[in-house]
């Protein structure tokens, strides 16, 4: 299963192949060994997928008719 991770700050990861892992976002396989243990050391972290933020449905406003008195 593929999930998103960044480096955890403070740490410095390198792929199986010894390459620098980059600052950024990207996709690991969680159940491949090698990554499973950088997610269960702490030297990777998940990114929540952050949905954006929705603006609330506005309302049409009433009519409202000005009595007068």
Do not use: H, I, Y
Request: net charge positive; glycine share 4%.
């Amino acid at each position: 299963m593929t999930v998103r991770v960044t480096v955890a700050p403070g740490r410095v990861v390198r792929d199986q192949r010894g390459m620098k892992c980059p600052k950024t976002e990207f996709s690991v396989d969680e159940k491949d060994f090698f990554w499973a243990r950088c997610l269960r050391s702490g030297d990777l972290v998940r990114v929540t997928s952050q949905a954006a933020p929705v603006a609330p449905a506005v309302a049409p406003a009433a009519e409202k008719k000005a009595e007068n008195k």
